[in-house]
């Protein structure tokens, strides 16, 4: 696992997507913070360590509780939706490479899941809140763009962000 990670953060940096040709903006890892309640909803916090930035993002209940659950490492007697669907994946011989939130539009965070399966990868539209509790389920790293956490992103201080502009909405 913590080569994966030295590899997503290497991946990650601007000198490796010059040197590798990609296009697009560059990614950064985060890591799930908490879950709150603010006075604009439920918001689930990544933060990115070496910028010392909080981003928040508005979640409704039924991912807050999922996400909450894989944080504490505990799961329902019967599955719930996004257990069901990281039986699916793992059944199905499929690893969930990464999960991305590469876009803010309309106060609306975008992502989307990579998967991998028999060496064959797919990238699926998904809601960063579904995304973000299948990633702590199965392992996954979250990567944010750059310029995503430049534009909603808030700087850190002790453990609650300072707010400089309304958190953002989601789907």
């Not at 080569?3 to 000198?15: D, G, I, N, R």
């Not at 309309?106 to 989307?112: H, S």
């Amino acid at each position: 696992m913590r080569a994966l990670f030295v590899l997503t953060v290497l991946m990650s940096s601007p000198a490796f997507a010059a040197d590798a040709g990609v296009k697009g903006p560059v990614f950064v890892a985060v890591e799930v913070l908490e879950v709150v309640d603010t006075e604009d909803g439920i918001a689930v916090l990544l933060l990115q360590k070496e910028a010392g930035v909080v981003l928040p993002i508005l979640i409704g209940p039924a991912e807050a509780n999922a996400i909450k659950m894989r944080l504490e490492k505990s799961r329902p007697p019967r599955p719930m939706t996004h257990d069901l669907l990281e039986d699916v994946i793992t059944a199905m011989g499929a690893k969930l490479l990464r999960v991305e939130i590469d876009d803010l539009k309309a106060n609306t965070f975008l992502g989307r899941l990579v998967l991998e399966q028999r060496k064959k990868v797919t990238t699926l539209d998904a809601r960063p809140s579904d995304s973000i509790a299948l990633a702590l389920g199965l392992g996954a790293p979250i990567l944010v763009a750059q310029p995503v956490l430049e534009r909603a992103g808030l700087p850190l201080k002790g453990k609650k962000p300072a707010r400089k502009h309304p958190v953002p909405e989601t789907l």
